[in-house]
């Protein structure tokens, strides 16, 4: 799966930056989150909507838990930021119960909505959001956001690992091999 990353990207594209760095940190968290769509571009639609078991998640869930971390907890908090769809934040919520109900771990292979492509959207629509904040945001609230952001890009490192893990898993359960 790794040989469809961007050959543009280099080990030094993953040095974390200064969370008071704008540009750096809005370079970094671009390479960091184009990498999970790297990895789940040599999956199928129906691919990233599978759940093999119950501790195992769909592509597609990463893809949006991730993005809703940055929403839920760089965003709204520091921003102007609505919620992109207010059931985004129950459905790609996971363990952190002081942060309210989520969606039942062993049923995420039933969020057939949203679509593949609308988790795609909603992950444009905040990365934009983000970007825009790390570039217009006062001195003091860079210094809120900025390390929440890097916080945020650990966790998207770790789903990345859980998206290649998850895959060869489903692959692993079916009858036919992925082409």
């Known amino acids: 799966?790794?040989?469809?990353?961007?050959?543009?990207?280099?080990?030094a594209d993953f040095l974390v930056p200064c969370a008071t760095d704008r540009v750096a940190l809005a370079k970094y968290f671009v390479n960091v989150?184009?990498?999970?769509?790297?990895?789940?571009?040599?999956?199928?639609?129906?691919?990233q909507g599978a759940q093999s078991e119950p501790e195992a998640n769909p592509t597609k869930w990463h893809?949006?838990?991730t993005t809703r971390f940055f929403e839920a907890v760089v965003l709204m908090p520091y921003t102007s930021c609505v919620p992109f769809?207010?059931?985004?934040?129950?459905?790609?919520?996971s363990y952190y119960e002081s942060l309210g109900r989520r969606h039942p771990e062993a049923q995420r292979r039933l969020l057939t909505r949203p679509s593949l492509s609308e988790v795609h959207r909603y992950r444009e629509h905040i990365d934009a959001a983000v970007l825009k904040a790390l570039d217009k945001v006062d001195w003091d609230t860079l210094k809120s956001i900025g390390p929440l952001i890097i916080l945020g890009l650990q966790l998207e490192q770790?789903?990345?690992?859980?998206i290649a893990t998850d895959a060869l898993l489903v692959f692993s359960c079916k009858p036919l091999p992925p082409t």
Request: net charge neutral.
């Open 1 to 11: 799966m790794t040989s469809n990353l961007p050959c543009a990207l280099r080990s």
């Open 33 to 47: 989150r184009a990498v999970s769509l790297a990895l789940a571009t040599s999956l199928s639609t129906e691919d």
């Open 63 to 65: 893809l949006a838990h």
């Open 158 to 162: 770790q789903h990345q690992e859980r």
């Open 85 to 93: 769809d207010p059931s985004y934040l129950l459905f790609f919520k």
